[in-house]
């Protein structure tokens, strides 16, 4: 039995929500967003309540009530808060900046890394070593970021390169540790 499927989602006032068959559209303040779900899941809403319900106790169907109930969570709290990313940017000379939307790192290449902003998602460079993503899409929000990341991920050894704010970085001991 799928306790996070069988959650009702509450609209929030301000929040419009269609269901076209199988196809969702939530609009809201920050902006809309749109998903087809998939065919073995039925969604109804009731007033501001919405539930979701699967044909049977299979294990595909299981596994796809809670992550319907969390994609359309997801959405819904998008349209209202936006998502944000914080990412870290550890080493000597690595930077970063903003020019207009492009966000352009210095990280120790012969060349900077240029990245466009993608429709949907801001940047935001508050100080050289930290960055911002923000978006409306959970799911958006969380690729870019890991885009970001992997232009230089962090090493082990000195701790240098792009991580995220909350991640820890489990350090290992160089060759002269091993005496």
């Known amino acids: 039995m799928s306790r996070i499927g069988n959650k009702p989602i509450t609209v929030p006032a301000g929040v419009e929500v ?11 303040p920050k902006g809309t ?12 809403m ?16 299981r596994s796809l009530h809670g992550l319907t109930r969390t994609l359309i969570n997801n959405m819904i709290n998008g349209v209202v808060n936006e998502y944000k ?3 870290e940017i550890n080493g000597v000379g690595y930077r970063a900046q903003l020019r207009g939307k492009k966000l352009v790192l210095t990280l120790g290449y ?4 240029e990245m466009d902003a993608p429709e949907g998602i801001t940047f935001e460079v ?9 978006g409306i899409d959970k799911e958006q929000v969380g690729q870019v970021a890991a885009v970001i990341r992997t232009k230089r991920p962090p090493e082990v050894y ?3 390169g792009i991580k995220y704010v909350e991640e820890h970085i489990r350090r290992k001991e160089g060759k002269a540790g091993k005496k």
């Open 18 to 28: 269609k269901i076209d068959g199988q196809h969702i559209t939530v609009k809201g």
């Open 33 to 44: 967003l749109e998903r087809d779900i998939h065919r073995n899941m039925t969604v109804s």
């Open 46 to 61: 009731d007033g501001d309540v919405i539930k979701i319900a699967r044909p049977d106790d299979e294990a595909y169907n």
């Open 85 to 87: 990313r914080e990412l």
């Open 110 to 113: 012969s060349h900077p890394v």
């Open 126 to 134: 508050p100080s050289p070593n930290q960055i911002i993503v923000k």
């Open 158 to 160: 000195r701790g240098k």
